[in-house]
């Protein structure tokens, strides 16, 4: 497991000296730190730990708890295919496997070349032209399993 570097160190103590004097200062850290470096490390969690005296359990569950908050680095776009139910019974299974096969990772995986993340999501709200997906803050709808590509292909 890699430590922590130098500079990490000075942007972690920064973090937590801004917050540390305020009630609660776990969330605010936790979406600093989040915000930052694009996730919270489990190397990051244990200096955090140290640093707040909150242990790594209590850190770790409220991280993977919210869905804000990632252990890894997630993509510069995150693509998440409705599996709600006016979605699921449209296809939207066929439209998350087309996306599966396209970018070869799965649910909460990120791509190697750090564009894409695909995030398990439940309902965008968009029922009526079902199914959709969203990128980013782009909502497609009404889609077919032959236009996924060419939507992927607008953020690449």
């Excluded at 004097?21 to 694009?38: A, E, I, N």
């Excluded at 439209?95 to 396209?102: A, G, P, Q, R, T």
């Excluded at 909460?108 to 199914?131: M, N, Q, V, Y």
């Amino acid at each position: 497991m890699a430590k922590v570097s130098k500079d990490e160190i000075s942007y972690l103590d920064e973090i937590v000296r801004k917050h540390s004097t305020k009630p609660g200062p776990l969330m605010p850290v936790l979406h600093d730190v989040q915000k930052t470096f694009g996730c919270v490390s489990y190397e990051a969690q244990k200096y955090l730990s140290k640093k707040l005296n909150i242990s790594c359990s209590e850190i770790y569950s409220v991280i993977t708890f919210y869905s804000q908050f990632s252990v890894k680095p997630r993509g510069k776009y995150s693509i998440g295919v409705c599996m709600g139910t006016a979605c699921y019974v449209k296809g939207s299974q066929r439209i998350l496997d087309k996306v599966f096969s396209l970018l070869n990772v799965g649910i909460g995986e990120t791509t190697p070349d750090g564009l894409f993340t695909i995030a398990p999501t439940r309902c965008l709200g968009d029922c009526s032209k079902a199914p959709a997906l969203m990128i980013g803050d782009e909502v497609y709808s009404n889609l077919s399993v032959d236009s996924v590509e060419d939507i992927i292909d607008k953020y690449r």
